[in-house]
Each structure stands twice: as C-alpha cells, then as structure tokens.
C-alpha cells in the first residue's frame, strides 16, 4: 500500500480555510444564542427584565443573601413611607419656604440627598439593584426605591429615616446636619468654601 502524501497547503489556501472556519463558528454562535432567545417568550416584559436584572446582580455580587434579604421579586404597590418630617427638617435646615405645596414639589436636589442620607446605608449592591430596578422613563423615576424593598428592607429605611430626622432636630443647618451625619455613620463630607 503506497502512503499518500499530505498535501502542502499553500498561504492563500491556510488563510482561505481559516475565514471558513471562523465564519461557521460565528455562524453557529449566533445559532446557538437565537435559538436560546428564541425559548424565552415576552422576554422584554417588565417581569422578565426584572428578573434578568436580578440574576445579574447574583451573578456579580459578592453576597447575593443581601439581595434576597433586602430586596422584593416584584414592584408592590405604592404607601408613603417618607414621613413628612423628614421633609421639613430638610427645609427647615436650608432655610426654605414651607409654605403651600412647596413641601410636596421639591427640587431635585432633595432625592439626590435621600439617596445619599438613606439609601447609601443598605448593605453594598441593594442600591445599586434598586436602581435597576427603578430605571426612569423618559427621564423620570415612575416609581419609589422603597416599592422593591422586603419587609427586612422597609423595617431598615424607617430606621435610617428616623435616625436621620432625630440628627437633623438637632443640628442648626445643613452642613451642621451633614457633618454629624457623616461622624455617626462614618462617612464623608466635603463643607463648602463659604462654610468654614
């Protein structure tokens, strides 16, 4: 029996049957990946993407217990859980008008400051997916971080609310508030230039 000899591929052919290659294994890929998609009915439903969103956050989390512990598979329906006196010791603080629906219509800062007095205290990663979560529209949150929290979670953010209210009774102003704020729950605050 006579061996055949292998026949020497020259550089176009190599190059030729590389590309050949890669292309059915691109091809394939997207096979494979469309007909995962493809299982998954109303896989853009709300629901779905909620769910989505929190096997990421599994996946990614260091402690995902926290997620479970502190955070609810579903959106519930909307209670107010901001006492209003958490509100008007903001306003008292800065010196603002009460007066009228001032205290309802508040300008934005006022959410950038619940999210950093309040919310910034869960356990690392129960903001961030609550966040997710609460993604806005059109530029507009529909809805409250709170309407994601357990009951673990709810019991923690009247915590946090009435210490922070019980600080801001007894703080003069702003920066006063935040500086104690900042000593008792070991943050950081940065005073103003005209502050000092």
């Given at each position: 029996?006579?061996?055949?000899?292998?026949?020497?591929?020259?550089?176009?052919?190599?190059?030729?049957?590389?590309?050949?290659?890669?292309?059915?294994?691109?091809?394939?890929?997207?096979?494979?990946?469309?007909?995962?998609?493809?299982?998954?009915?109303?896989?853009?439903?709300?629901?779905?993407?909620?769910?989505?969103?929190?096997?990421?956050?599994?996946?990614?989390?260091?402690?995902?217990?926290?997620?479970?512990?502190?955070?609810?598979?579903?959106?519930?329906?909307?209670?107010?859980?901001?006492?209003?006196?958490?509100?008007?010791?903001i306003y008292r603080l800065n010196n603002w008008r009460t007066d009228g629906r001032k205290l309802y219509d508040r300008p934005?800062?006022?959410?950038?400051?619940?999210?950093?007095?309040?919310?910034?205290?869960?356990?690392?990663?129960?903001?961030?997916?609550?966040?997710?979560?609460?993604?806005?529209?059109?530029?507009?949150?529909?809805y409250k971080y709170f309407q994601w929290l357990t009951f673990v979670g709810e019991e923690d953010l009247k915590t946090y609310?009435?210490?922070?209210?019980?600080?801001?009774?007894?703080?003069?102003?702003?920066?006063?508030?935040?500086?104690?704020?900042?000593?008792?729950?070991?943050?950081?605050?940065?005073?103003?230039?005209?502050?000092?």
């Amino acid at each position: 029996m006579k061996k055949q000899k292998k026949k020497q591929l020259t550089e176009e052919e190599k190059l030729l049957s590389k590309k050949i290659r890669e292309s059915k294994i691109d091809e394939i890929s997207q096979w494979i990946i469309t007909q995962a998609d493809s299982l998954i009915e109303d896989r853009f439903t709300d629901e779905n993407l909620d769910k989505e969103i929190l096997k990421r956050f599994l996946l990614e989390n260091d402690d995902p217990t926290q997620l479970i512990k502190y955070v609810y598979q579903g959106k519930k329906v909307y209670k107010p859980k901001f006492k209003m006196e958490f509100y008007r010791q903001i306003y008292r603080l800065n010196n603002w008008r009460t007066d009228g629906r001032k205290l309802y219509d508040r300008p934005g800062i006022v959410g950038k400051w619940t999210v950093q007095i309040i919310y910034s205290r869960f356990p690392k990663g129960v903001f961030r997916i609550l966040r997710e979560l609460n993604r806005p529209l059109n530029g507009v949150r529909v809805y409250k971080y709170f309407q994601w929290l357990t009951f673990v979670g709810e019991e923690d953010l009247k915590t946090y609310i009435d210490e922070a209210v019980n600080l801001m009774e007894i703080s003069d102003n702003w920066n006063d508030f935040m500086k104690k704020f900042q000593n008792k729950f070991s943050g950081y605050y940065q005073i103003g230039l005209f502050d000092l």
